[in-house]
């Protein structure tokens, strides 16, 4: 499945639009790896999305092979969710 498409049907991000923003501004990484929206994801893979305010890393558990949504617990587990602080201008 493409990483844009799972990521949308996981619900991390609502739009695959906004996916594909995000990939091709390296802010979507697989295995370490900055990653373009077409990168086949499969189970196993490590994902790590960096937000303007916080960095999620997830587990694939499952990559489904059609497009339909399916429980959350079976898709993804959460690593990390770090929240960045926010910067103070003075």
């Given at each position: 499945?493409?990483?844009?498409?799972?990521?949308?049907?996981?619900?991390?991000?609502?739009?695959?639009?906004?996916?594909?923003?995000l990939c091709d501004s390296g802010r979507v990484l697989v295995n370490g790896h900055e990653s373009k929206p077409a990168k086949e994801v499969k189970q196993g893979d490590i994902?790590?999305?960096?937000?303007?305010?916080?960095?999620?890393?997830?587990d694939v558990l499952t990559a489904p092979s059609s497009s339909?949504?399916?429980?959350?617990?079976?898709?993804?587990k959460?690593?990390?969710?770090?929240r960045l602080p926010k910067e103070i201008d003075l």
């Open positions: 499945m493409r990483l844009d498409l799972f990521l949308k049907i996981s619900r991390l991000i609502k739009r695959r639009s906004v996916a594909r923003e994902i790590t999305l960096k937000f303007s305010s916080r960095t999620v890393e997830i339909k949504k399916i429980s959350l617990g079976e898709l993804y959460v690593r990390s969710d770090i």
